[in-house]
Every structure is written in structure tokens, then in C-alpha cells.
């Protein structure tokens, strides 16, 4: 747990979310400024800088973390997909440095070149 970080705070209950799935390690809440009529995070638990972060020892929550995605997804009634991205570092777009899975689905606008 890092308390610099917003996504350790909002795992730790510190700060709200609008929740839609928690399992032991790993939370999935709404995004803040959806781009589209479904977007989640699915979150570790684990402070995770980035994806250039994640070692070996990752391998089954990496996993998990997909599952979540996918769960969420069909969950919500995606059934005919869904869009599955990772912001890695300032370069990549990442704004809080605390790994995420972005889920989008249903409507969405595009994606910043
Ligand atoms: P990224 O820019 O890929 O690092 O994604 C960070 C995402 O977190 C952005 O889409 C933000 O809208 C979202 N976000 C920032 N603060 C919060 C918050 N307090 N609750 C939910 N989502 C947030
Ligand atoms: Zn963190």
C-alpha cells in the first residue's frame, strides 16, 4: 500500500469508488470520466507501477486480472466483446501510476492517437 497513491487509497476504502466487483486481490470500480457507456478499471491490489513493472511472481494475478476483465464485461451484457487496454507509463498515456485494466464497452468514443 502506497498512501501517495489514489488506486491504493481507493483499494484500502480510503477514498469512494463505484464498485462493481471485488475479490481478495483485486477490485473493479467505474471510471470517473467514462469514455464509453461501460468503462471500468480492474485494479490489483498490489502496487503495481506499471505494466513494465509486473515479474514473474505476477504471472497468476496478470491472469486473474484478465478473468476479472472478461467477467465484468459479460457481466454488464457485452456478450459481443469489449475493448481491453493498458496505458503503460507517461508515454503510453498512463496518468495514475498504479496498473489498470481500461474495460470499454457498448458505445465508445475513440481512442487518443
Ligand atoms: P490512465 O490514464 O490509463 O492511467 O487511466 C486512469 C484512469 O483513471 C482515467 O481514465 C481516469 O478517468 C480514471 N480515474 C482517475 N481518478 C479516478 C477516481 N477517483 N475514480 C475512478 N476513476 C478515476
Ligand atoms: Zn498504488
Redesign the pocket.
Known amino acids: 500500500m502506497n498512501s501517495d497513491c489514489?488506486f491504493c487509497r481507493?483499494v484500502a476504502g480510503e477514498?469512494p469508488?463505484?464498485e462493481v466487483h471485488r475479490e481478495s486481490g483485486i477490485i473493479a470500480?467505474?471510471?470517473?470520466?467514462?469514455?464509453a457507456e461501460t468503462?471500468i478499471?480492474v485494479v490489483p491490489e498490489k502496487h503495481i507501477e506499471d505494466l513494465r513493472q509486473l515479474q514473474d511472481e505476477d504471472a497468476q494475478l496478470w491472469l486473474r486480472l484478465a478473468q476479472v476483465a472478461n467477467s465484468v464485461a459479460a457481466d454488464l451484457g457485452h456478450d459481443q466483446g469489449y475493448r481491453f487496454f493498458?496505458?503503460v507509463g507517461p508515454g503510453?498515456?498512463?496518468?495514475?501510476?498504479h496498473l489498470?485494466i481500461?474495460v470499454l464497452a457498448g458505445t465508445m468514443r475513440r481512442l487518443p492517437a
Do not use: C, R, Y
Open positions: 489514489l481507493i477514498l469508488s463505484d470500480f467505474k471510471d470517473i470520466h467514462p469514455v468503462h478499471l493498458v496505458s503510453g498515456g498512463q496518468t495514475v501510476p489498470h481500461h
